[in-house]
Protein backbone atom coordinates (compact mmCIF):
# COMPACT_ATOMS: atom_id res chain seq x y z
CA UNK A 1 0.00 0.00 0.00
CA UNK A 2 1.19 3.49 -1.00
CA UNK A 3 2.64 5.28 2.08
CA UNK A 4 1.75 9.10 -0.90
CA UNK A 5 -1.89 7.41 -1.13
CA UNK A 6 -2.75 7.09 2.25
CA UNK A 7 -1.21 10.69 2.64
CA UNK A 8 -3.33 12.06 -0.30
CA UNK A 9 -6.33 10.57 2.25
CA UNK A 10 -5.71 12.25 5.09
CA UNK A 11 -4.93 15.22 2.85
CA UNK A 12 -8.03 15.32 2.03
CA UNK A 13 -9.80 14.32 5.52
CA UNK A 14 -7.82 17.32 6.49
CA UNK A 15 -9.41 19.31 3.68
CA UNK A 16 -13.14 18.81 4.91
CA UNK A 17 -12.33 19.53 8.38
CA UNK A 18 -11.01 22.69 6.69
CA UNK A 19 -14.28 23.49 5.31
CA UNK A 20 -16.04 22.92 7.83
CA UNK A 21 -13.78 25.27 10.00
CA UNK A 22 -13.92 27.74 7.50
CA UNK A 23 -18.23 27.62 7.37
CA UNK A 24 -18.53 27.77 10.89
CA UNK A 25 -16.18 30.04 12.61
CA UNK A 26 -17.23 33.09 10.27
CA UNK A 27 -18.25 35.93 12.71
CA UNK A 28 -16.73 34.82 15.93
CA UNK A 29 -17.10 36.32 18.72
CA UNK A 30 -15.99 35.01 22.72
CA UNK A 31 -19.50 33.51 23.05
CA UNK A 32 -19.15 31.30 19.83
CA UNK A 33 -15.78 30.42 21.16
CA UNK A 34 -16.45 29.46 24.53
CA UNK A 35 -20.01 28.20 24.27
CA UNK A 36 -21.06 27.60 20.41
CA UNK A 37 -23.64 30.85 21.17
CA UNK A 38 -25.45 28.13 22.70
CA UNK A 39 -26.67 27.46 19.55
CA UNK A 40 -25.29 23.60 19.02
CA UNK A 41 -27.58 21.33 17.73
CA UNK A 42 -28.00 18.19 20.38
CA UNK A 43 -27.80 15.50 18.14
CA UNK A 44 -24.36 16.49 16.56
CA UNK A 45 -22.82 16.97 20.32
CA UNK A 46 -23.91 13.72 21.10
CA UNK A 47 -22.39 11.79 18.19
CA UNK A 48 -19.54 14.20 17.84
CA UNK A 49 -18.34 13.31 21.75
CA UNK A 50 -17.98 9.93 20.69
CA UNK A 51 -14.91 10.86 18.79
CA UNK A 52 -14.27 12.74 22.01
CA UNK A 53 -14.86 9.38 24.38
CA UNK A 54 -12.90 7.15 22.09
CA UNK A 55 -9.25 7.99 21.54
CA UNK A 56 -6.59 6.73 19.08
CA UNK A 57 -5.58 4.40 21.88
CA UNK A 58 -8.70 3.51 22.04
CA UNK A 59 -9.40 2.60 18.41
CA UNK A 60 -6.03 0.25 18.68
CA UNK A 61 -6.33 -1.20 22.19
CA UNK A 62 -10.16 -2.32 22.59
CA UNK A 63 -10.21 -4.76 19.78
CA UNK A 64 -6.44 -6.27 20.72
CA UNK A 65 -6.98 -6.29 24.26
CA UNK A 66 -9.72 -8.99 23.33
CA UNK A 67 -7.10 -11.80 23.33
CA UNK A 68 -6.37 -10.89 26.46
CA UNK A 69 -9.54 -9.53 28.36
CA UNK A 70 -12.25 -10.76 26.34
CA UNK A 71 -15.35 -8.85 26.72
CA UNK A 72 -14.21 -7.51 30.13
CA UNK A 73 -14.05 -4.11 28.80
CA UNK A 74 -17.88 -4.40 28.02
CA UNK A 75 -18.33 -4.19 32.01
CA UNK A 76 -16.94 -1.05 32.53
CA UNK A 77 -19.08 0.58 29.38
CA UNK A 78 -22.34 -0.42 31.37
CA UNK A 79 -20.83 1.34 34.63
CA UNK A 80 -20.06 4.16 32.18
CA UNK A 81 -23.86 4.07 31.02
CA UNK A 82 -25.15 4.78 34.83
CA UNK A 83 -22.55 7.24 35.12
CA UNK A 84 -23.86 9.12 32.46
CA UNK A 85 -27.43 8.97 33.86
CA UNK A 86 -26.18 10.56 36.95
CA UNK A 87 -24.80 13.60 35.06
CA UNK A 88 -27.88 14.23 33.01
CA UNK A 89 -29.60 14.32 36.03
CA UNK A 90 -27.19 15.69 38.56
CA UNK A 91 -24.21 17.75 37.16
CA UNK A 92 -26.22 19.29 34.12
CA UNK A 93 -28.70 20.83 35.73
CA UNK A 94 -26.67 22.55 38.15
CA UNK A 95 -24.20 23.74 35.76
CA UNK A 96 -27.27 25.03 33.34
CA UNK A 97 -28.70 26.55 36.30
CA UNK A 98 -25.40 28.79 37.00
CA UNK A 99 -24.58 29.70 33.70
CA UNK A 100 -21.51 28.17 33.60
CA UNK A 101 -18.65 28.08 30.84
CA UNK A 102 -16.06 26.49 33.16
CA UNK A 103 -17.93 24.06 35.20
CA UNK A 104 -14.83 24.73 37.91
CA UNK A 105 -16.15 28.31 38.59
CA UNK A 106 -18.66 26.03 40.31
CA UNK A 107 -15.89 25.33 43.01
CA UNK A 108 -15.28 28.65 43.69
CA UNK A 109 -18.83 29.50 43.88
CA UNK A 110 -19.13 26.64 46.76
CA UNK A 111 -15.53 26.94 48.22
CA UNK A 112 -13.07 29.63 46.87
CA UNK A 113 -11.07 30.90 44.69
CA UNK A 114 -7.83 28.51 45.78
CA UNK A 115 -10.20 25.45 45.32
CA UNK A 116 -10.93 26.48 41.92
CA UNK A 117 -8.22 26.95 40.49
CA UNK A 118 -6.75 23.64 41.94
CA UNK A 119 -9.53 22.24 40.04
CA UNK A 120 -8.73 23.76 36.74
CA UNK A 121 -4.95 22.79 37.85
CA UNK A 122 -5.54 18.84 37.65
CA UNK A 123 -8.01 19.32 34.65
CA UNK A 124 -5.10 21.15 33.00
CA UNK A 125 -2.21 18.47 34.29
CA UNK A 126 -4.14 15.77 33.29
CA UNK A 127 -5.00 16.76 29.75
CA UNK A 128 -1.87 18.02 28.59
CA UNK A 129 -0.68 14.35 29.66
CA UNK A 130 -3.76 12.52 28.37
CA UNK A 131 -3.99 14.02 25.34
CA UNK A 132 -0.16 14.46 24.40
CA UNK A 133 0.77 10.85 25.56
CA UNK A 134 -2.62 9.76 23.49
CA UNK A 135 -1.46 11.65 19.98
CA UNK A 136 2.36 10.79 20.55
CA UNK A 137 0.72 6.58 20.57
CA UNK A 138 -1.31 6.99 17.74
CA UNK A 139 1.38 9.33 15.22
CA UNK A 140 3.28 6.48 16.35
CA UNK A 141 1.46 3.96 14.17
CA UNK A 142 1.40 6.61 11.56
CA UNK A 143 4.54 7.45 10.70
CA UNK A 144 6.06 3.64 11.73
CA UNK A 145 3.43 2.70 8.53
CA UNK A 146 3.53 5.64 6.34
CA UNK A 147 6.14 8.28 6.94
CA UNK A 148 8.98 5.52 7.33
CA UNK A 149 8.28 3.85 4.40
CA UNK A 150 8.17 6.70 2.06
CA UNK A 151 12.01 5.66 -0.17
CA UNK A 152 12.57 9.05 -1.17
CA UNK A 153 12.13 11.39 1.53
CA UNK A 154 12.21 11.57 5.57
CA UNK A 155 10.07 12.81 7.35
CA UNK A 156 11.55 12.69 11.43
CA UNK A 157 8.87 12.47 13.80
CA UNK A 158 8.95 15.66 14.95
CA UNK A 159 8.11 17.23 11.63
CA UNK A 160 4.90 14.96 11.40
CA UNK A 161 3.98 15.98 15.01
CA UNK A 162 4.44 19.66 14.10
CA UNK A 163 2.36 19.62 11.12
CA UNK A 164 -0.51 17.54 12.70
CA UNK A 165 -0.44 20.16 15.30
CA UNK A 166 -0.11 23.23 13.17
CA UNK A 167 -3.35 21.72 11.07
CA UNK A 168 -5.24 21.49 14.35
CA UNK A 169 -4.81 24.84 15.33
CA UNK A 170 -6.04 25.78 11.86
CA UNK A 171 -9.49 24.61 12.00
CA UNK A 172 -9.61 25.03 16.13
CA UNK A 173 -7.99 28.70 17.17
CA UNK A 174 -10.48 31.01 15.83
CA UNK A 175 -14.47 28.93 15.52
CA UNK A 176 -13.48 27.24 19.60
CA UNK A 177 -16.68 25.21 20.32
CA UNK A 178 -18.59 26.64 17.33
CA UNK A 179 -16.41 24.63 15.05
CA UNK A 180 -15.60 21.73 17.36
CA UNK A 181 -19.09 20.57 17.53
CA UNK A 182 -19.49 20.35 14.09
CA UNK A 183 -15.86 18.89 13.34
CA UNK A 184 -16.01 16.36 16.13
CA UNK A 185 -19.58 15.02 14.16
CA UNK A 186 -17.46 15.06 10.94
CA UNK A 187 -14.81 12.91 12.94
CA UNK A 188 -16.78 10.39 14.50
CA UNK A 189 -18.61 9.68 11.60
CA UNK A 190 -15.62 8.47 9.83
CA UNK A 191 -14.45 6.65 13.59
CA UNK A 192 -17.69 4.55 13.39
CA UNK A 193 -17.37 4.35 9.58
CA UNK A 194 -13.64 2.82 10.82
CA UNK A 195 -15.05 0.06 12.58
CA UNK A 196 -17.70 -1.22 10.72
CA UNK A 197 -16.02 -1.35 7.34
CA UNK A 198 -13.09 -3.19 8.96
CA UNK A 199 -15.76 -5.64 10.58
CA UNK A 200 -17.23 -5.87 6.67
CA UNK A 201 -13.57 -6.70 5.29
CA UNK A 202 -12.49 -9.07 7.88
CA UNK A 203 -16.02 -10.80 7.23
CA UNK A 204 -15.53 -10.47 3.14
CA UNK A 205 -12.34 -11.65 3.50
CA UNK A 206 -13.10 -15.54 5.68
CA UNK A 207 -15.73 -15.50 2.99
CA UNK A 208 -18.49 -15.56 5.97
CA UNK A 209 -22.42 -13.99 6.11
CA UNK A 210 -22.81 -11.53 8.72
CA UNK A 211 -25.32 -13.66 10.48
CA UNK A 212 -22.59 -16.01 10.82
CA UNK A 213 -20.19 -13.75 11.93
CA UNK A 214 -22.65 -13.09 14.39
CA UNK A 215 -22.47 -15.82 15.59
CA UNK A 216 -18.86 -16.89 15.30
CA UNK A 217 -18.40 -13.57 18.06
CA UNK A 218 -21.43 -14.71 20.41
CA UNK A 219 -20.08 -18.95 20.33
CA UNK A 220 -16.07 -17.64 20.81
CA UNK A 221 -14.16 -18.05 24.38
CA UNK A 222 -13.39 -14.18 23.92
CA UNK A 223 -16.93 -12.94 23.84
CA UNK A 224 -16.92 -13.84 27.87
CA UNK A 225 -18.48 -10.83 29.28
CA UNK A 226 -18.96 -11.03 32.76
CA UNK A 227 -16.23 -12.19 35.43
CA UNK A 228 -17.18 -12.63 39.12
CA UNK A 229 -13.43 -13.66 40.86
CA UNK A 230 -13.29 -10.42 43.73
CA UNK A 231 -9.57 -10.61 43.85
CA UNK A 232 -9.14 -10.21 40.09
CA UNK A 233 -8.75 -6.39 38.73
CA UNK A 234 -12.21 -7.82 35.93
CA UNK A 235 -14.19 -8.54 38.23
CA UNK A 236 -17.94 -7.43 37.57
CA UNK A 237 -18.31 -4.94 40.41
CA UNK A 238 -15.23 -3.53 40.54
CA UNK A 239 -15.78 -2.94 36.61
CA UNK A 240 -18.82 -1.81 36.80
CA UNK A 241 -18.90 0.98 39.82
CA UNK A 242 -15.55 2.08 38.32
CA UNK A 243 -17.20 2.82 35.30
CA UNK A 244 -19.67 4.54 37.25
CA UNK A 245 -17.54 7.06 38.78
CA UNK A 246 -14.87 7.04 35.72
CA UNK A 247 -17.65 8.24 33.78
CA UNK A 248 -18.69 11.05 36.56
CA UNK A 249 -15.40 12.15 37.07
CA UNK A 250 -13.77 12.58 33.54
CA UNK A 251 -17.13 13.29 31.61
CA UNK A 252 -19.08 15.23 34.04
CA UNK A 253 -16.34 16.72 36.01
CA UNK A 254 -13.96 17.45 32.72
CA UNK A 255 -14.07 21.14 31.03
CA UNK A 256 -13.47 18.80 27.77
CA UNK A 257 -16.29 16.71 27.78
CA UNK A 258 -18.77 19.59 29.56
CA UNK A 259 -18.04 22.43 27.29
CA UNK A 260 -19.96 21.82 24.17
CA UNK A 261 -22.44 20.12 26.78
CA UNK A 262 -23.36 23.47 28.20
CA UNK A 263 -23.42 24.96 24.37
CA UNK A 264 -27.06 23.23 23.79
CA UNK A 265 -29.81 25.66 23.50
CA UNK A 266 -31.27 24.78 27.04
CA UNK A 267 -30.68 22.07 29.77
CA UNK A 268 -33.38 20.11 28.08
CA UNK A 269 -31.64 19.36 24.88
CA UNK A 270 -28.15 18.54 26.62
CA UNK A 271 -30.24 15.84 28.62
CA UNK A 272 -31.35 14.82 25.55
CA UNK A 273 -28.06 14.46 24.17
CA UNK A 274 -26.35 12.53 27.38
CA UNK A 275 -29.04 10.16 26.86
CA UNK A 276 -28.31 9.49 22.93
CA UNK A 277 -24.94 9.44 23.64
CA UNK A 278 -24.63 6.96 26.44
CA UNK A 279 -26.87 4.46 24.30
CA UNK A 280 -24.88 4.99 20.82
CA UNK A 281 -21.60 3.98 22.81
CA UNK A 282 -22.18 1.18 24.35
CA UNK A 283 -23.14 0.17 21.01
CA UNK A 284 -19.85 1.39 19.44
CA UNK A 285 -17.64 -0.62 22.03
CA UNK A 286 -19.59 -3.81 21.45
CA UNK A 287 -18.91 -3.37 17.73
CA UNK A 288 -15.16 -2.50 18.91
CA UNK A 289 -14.73 -5.75 20.73
CA UNK A 290 -16.53 -7.92 18.04
CA UNK A 291 -13.97 -6.61 15.98
CA UNK A 292 -11.24 -7.93 18.17
CA UNK A 293 -13.15 -11.37 18.02
CA UNK A 294 -13.09 -11.37 14.83
CA UNK A 295 -9.42 -10.32 14.15
CA UNK A 296 -8.17 -13.37 16.46
CA UNK A 297 -10.37 -15.88 14.52
CA UNK A 298 -8.41 -14.45 11.05
CA UNK A 299 -5.55 -14.87 12.75
CA UNK A 300 -6.14 -18.06 13.33
CA UNK A 301 -7.87 -19.66 10.24
CA UNK A 302 -5.11 -17.85 8.44
CA UNK A 303 -2.36 -18.78 10.17
CA UNK A 304 -0.88 -15.46 10.26
CA UNK A 305 1.18 -14.86 13.19
CA UNK A 306 -0.03 -12.79 16.18
CA UNK A 307 2.40 -10.21 17.37
CA UNK A 308 4.17 -11.43 20.54
CA UNK A 309 6.24 -9.25 22.91
CA UNK A 310 9.68 -11.87 22.65
CA UNK A 311 10.97 -11.04 25.97
CA UNK A 312 7.53 -11.47 27.95
CA UNK A 313 5.68 -13.77 25.34
CA UNK A 314 2.74 -11.68 25.95
CA UNK A 315 0.20 -10.27 23.03
CA UNK A 316 1.29 -6.90 21.81
CA UNK A 317 -2.43 -6.05 21.76
CA UNK A 318 -1.64 -2.94 20.29
CA UNK A 319 -0.32 -4.30 17.19
CA UNK A 320 -2.85 -6.73 16.65
CA UNK A 321 -5.45 -4.56 14.88
CA UNK A 322 -2.88 -2.16 12.51
CA UNK A 323 -0.97 -5.12 11.73
CA UNK A 324 -3.55 -7.18 10.14
CA UNK A 325 -5.25 -4.10 8.97
CA UNK A 326 -1.83 -2.19 7.35
CA UNK A 327 -0.11 -5.62 6.10
CA UNK A 328 -2.95 -8.31 5.37
CA UNK A 329 -5.88 -7.48 4.42
CA UNK A 330 -5.10 -5.11 1.70
CA UNK A 331 -5.40 -1.45 0.71
CA UNK A 332 -8.77 -0.79 1.28
CA UNK A 333 -8.69 -2.52 4.92
CA UNK A 334 -5.55 0.28 5.24
CA UNK A 335 -7.17 3.26 4.10
CA UNK A 336 -10.30 2.66 6.01
CA UNK A 337 -7.90 1.90 9.77
CA UNK A 338 -6.06 5.07 8.94
CA UNK A 339 -8.40 6.96 8.57
CA UNK A 340 -10.48 5.23 11.35
CA UNK A 341 -7.50 6.01 13.58
CA UNK A 342 -6.94 9.38 12.10
CA UNK A 343 -10.01 10.45 13.14
CA UNK A 344 -9.72 8.90 16.61
CA UNK A 345 -6.94 10.51 17.65
CA UNK A 346 -7.56 13.95 16.22
CA UNK A 347 -11.41 14.11 17.67
CA UNK A 348 -9.96 13.73 21.15
CA UNK A 349 -6.80 15.94 21.03
CA UNK A 350 -8.13 19.09 19.03
CA UNK A 351 -10.92 20.18 21.51
CA UNK A 352 -8.54 19.70 23.70
CA UNK A 353 -6.54 22.84 23.08
CA UNK A 354 -9.97 24.87 22.92
CA UNK A 355 -10.99 23.48 26.48
CA UNK A 356 -7.42 23.96 27.93
CA UNK A 357 -7.58 27.16 26.71
CA UNK A 358 -10.95 27.98 28.33
CA UNK A 359 -10.07 26.80 31.92
CA UNK A 360 -6.67 28.95 31.66
CA UNK A 361 -8.43 31.72 30.36
CA UNK A 362 -11.04 31.80 32.98
CA UNK A 363 -10.07 30.36 36.09
CA UNK A 364 -6.35 30.64 35.92
CA UNK A 365 -6.11 33.70 34.77
CA UNK A 366 -9.56 35.15 34.98
CA UNK A 367 -9.57 37.40 31.51
CA UNK A 368 -13.38 36.62 31.27
CA UNK A 369 -13.12 39.53 34.68
CA UNK A 370 -10.85 41.61 33.14
CA UNK A 371 -12.90 45.19 32.35
CA UNK A 372 -9.80 46.79 31.70
CA UNK A 373 -9.30 44.97 28.22
CA UNK A 374 -10.76 44.99 24.97
CA UNK A 375 -12.80 42.03 23.70
CA UNK A 376 -10.23 42.42 20.58
CA UNK A 377 -6.83 42.55 23.05
CA UNK A 378 -9.11 39.45 25.20
CA UNK A 379 -9.38 37.56 21.30
CA UNK A 380 -5.71 38.00 20.71
CA UNK A 381 -4.38 36.66 24.51
CA UNK A 382 -7.01 33.93 24.37
CA UNK A 383 -5.66 32.95 20.63
CA UNK A 384 -1.63 33.20 22.16
CA UNK A 385 -3.03 30.89 25.07
CA UNK A 386 -4.57 28.56 22.41
CA UNK A 387 -1.28 28.36 20.44
CA UNK A 388 0.94 27.64 23.48
CA UNK A 389 -0.61 24.76 24.51
CA UNK A 390 -0.22 23.25 21.10
CA UNK A 391 3.53 24.38 21.63
CA UNK A 392 3.14 22.28 25.03
CA UNK A 393 1.74 19.79 23.19
CA UNK A 394 4.44 19.52 20.96
CA UNK A 395 7.30 19.19 23.91
CA UNK A 396 5.32 17.03 26.10
CA UNK A 397 5.60 14.65 22.61
CA UNK A 398 8.96 15.34 21.97
CA UNK A 399 9.55 13.88 24.84
CA UNK A 400 7.85 10.94 25.02
CA UNK A 401 9.99 10.08 21.62
CA UNK A 402 13.35 11.15 23.08
CA UNK A 403 12.72 9.18 26.48
CA UNK A 404 11.51 6.05 23.52
CA UNK A 405 9.90 3.93 26.35
CA UNK A 406 6.60 3.06 26.26
CA UNK A 407 6.64 2.09 29.50
CA UNK A 408 6.96 5.45 30.77
CA UNK A 409 4.18 6.80 28.19
CA UNK A 410 1.90 3.87 30.20
CA UNK A 411 3.12 5.17 33.41
CA UNK A 412 2.17 9.12 32.05
CA UNK A 413 -1.62 7.89 31.34
CA UNK A 414 -2.05 6.84 34.58
CA UNK A 415 -0.96 9.19 36.90
CA UNK A 416 -2.97 11.49 34.10
CA UNK A 417 -6.12 9.13 35.63
CA UNK A 418 -4.93 9.97 39.09
CA UNK A 419 -6.11 13.37 39.08
CA UNK A 420 -9.73 13.14 38.53
CA UNK A 421 -9.90 11.61 42.06
CA UNK A 422 -9.27 14.98 43.35
CA UNK A 423 -11.27 16.43 41.58
CA UNK A 424 -14.37 13.70 42.41
CA UNK A 425 -13.78 14.27 45.86
CA UNK A 426 -14.39 17.94 45.44
CA UNK A 427 -17.38 17.66 43.87
CA UNK A 428 -18.94 15.19 45.95
CA UNK A 429 -18.15 17.60 49.37
CA UNK A 430 -19.66 20.20 47.53
CA UNK A 431 -22.57 18.83 45.95
CA UNK A 432 -24.15 16.69 48.83
CA UNK A 433 -22.83 18.33 51.80
CA UNK A 434 -22.86 22.03 53.20
CA UNK A 435 -18.98 21.50 55.06
CA UNK A 436 -17.28 24.70 54.52
CA UNK A 437 -13.63 24.14 53.51
CA UNK A 438 -10.31 26.29 54.49
CA UNK A 439 -9.86 27.23 50.76
CA UNK A 440 -6.01 27.85 51.28
CA UNK A 441 -5.62 24.51 52.14
CA UNK A 442 -7.42 22.16 49.84
CA UNK A 443 -4.58 22.47 47.00
CA UNK A 444 -2.17 20.72 49.38
CA UNK A 445 -5.00 17.90 50.17
CA UNK A 446 -5.45 17.33 46.76
CA UNK A 447 -1.76 16.73 45.61
CA UNK A 448 -1.34 14.56 49.31
CA UNK A 449 -4.36 12.19 48.16
CA UNK A 450 -3.37 10.95 44.60
CA UNK A 451 0.35 10.55 45.87
CA UNK A 452 -1.38 8.84 49.22
CA UNK A 453 -3.57 6.53 46.98
CA UNK A 454 -0.33 5.41 44.63
CA UNK A 455 1.63 5.01 47.74
CA UNK A 456 -1.91 2.65 49.32
CA UNK A 457 -2.09 0.46 45.99
CA UNK A 458 1.03 0.12 45.04
CA UNK A 459 3.56 -0.30 48.21
CA UNK A 460 0.69 -1.97 50.80
CA UNK A 461 -2.16 -3.47 49.40
CA UNK A 462 -0.07 -4.89 45.69
CA UNK A 463 2.83 -6.80 47.68
CA UNK A 464 1.32 -7.53 50.74
CA UNK A 465 -1.94 -8.92 49.23
CA UNK A 466 -3.36 -10.89 46.37
CA UNK A 467 -6.00 -8.48 45.76
CA UNK A 468 -5.83 -6.38 42.40
CA UNK A 469 -7.08 -3.13 42.57
CA UNK A 470 -8.87 -2.19 39.26
CA UNK A 471 -11.31 0.43 38.21
CA UNK A 472 -12.27 1.16 41.58
CA UNK A 473 -8.62 2.88 41.77
CA UNK A 474 -10.80 6.14 41.37
CA UNK A 475 -13.47 5.82 44.11
CA UNK A 476 -10.08 5.31 46.54
CA UNK A 477 -8.57 8.29 45.70
CA UNK A 478 -11.66 10.14 45.93
CA UNK A 479 -12.34 8.46 49.39
CA UNK A 480 -8.88 10.01 50.56
CA UNK A 481 -9.40 13.55 49.34
CA UNK A 482 -12.82 13.82 51.04
CA UNK A 483 -11.26 12.39 54.17
CA UNK A 484 -8.07 14.87 53.78
CA UNK A 485 -10.91 17.84 52.92
CA UNK A 486 -12.45 17.10 56.09
CA UNK A 487 -9.33 17.64 58.03
CA UNK A 488 -9.49 21.59 56.97
CA UNK A 489 -13.40 21.73 56.99
CA UNK A 490 -14.54 25.23 58.63
CA UNK A 491 -17.65 23.70 60.09
CA UNK A 492 -19.55 20.48 60.86
CA UNK A 493 -20.41 18.42 58.05
CA UNK A 494 -24.27 18.66 57.45
CA UNK A 495 -25.55 16.59 54.54
CA UNK A 496 -28.11 18.20 52.13
Not at 56 to 75: D, E, M, N, R
Amino acid sequence: MSPLLIISCIGLYFGGLMLIAYLTSRNTSADSYFLGNKASPWYAVAFGMIGDSLSGVTYISVPGKVGAGHFSYLQLVLGYFVGYFIISKILLPIYYKMNLISIYTYLETRFGKHTQKTGAFFFILSRILGASGRLYLAAGVIQFFVFDRLTNIHIPFWLSVSVILALMLLYTYKGGIKTLVWTDTFQSLFLVLGVVLSIAVIIHKMDIGFGKAVSNVMSSEYSQTFFWDWKKSNFFFKEFIGGIFIAVAMTGLDQNMMQKNLSCKSLGEAQKNIFWFSIVMVIVNIFFLSLGVLLYQYYQSSGIDIPMNTETGKIMTDKVFPNLALNHLGMIAGLIFIIGLTAATFSSADSVLTTLTTSTYIDMLEYDRNTVLSEKEKAKRRTIIHIGFAVVMWLVIIVFDILNQRAIIDTILMIAGYTYGPLLGLFTVGLFTKLSLNDRFVPIICVLAPITTYLLANYIVKPMTTYEIGNELIILNAGITILGLLLVKNQKIEAL
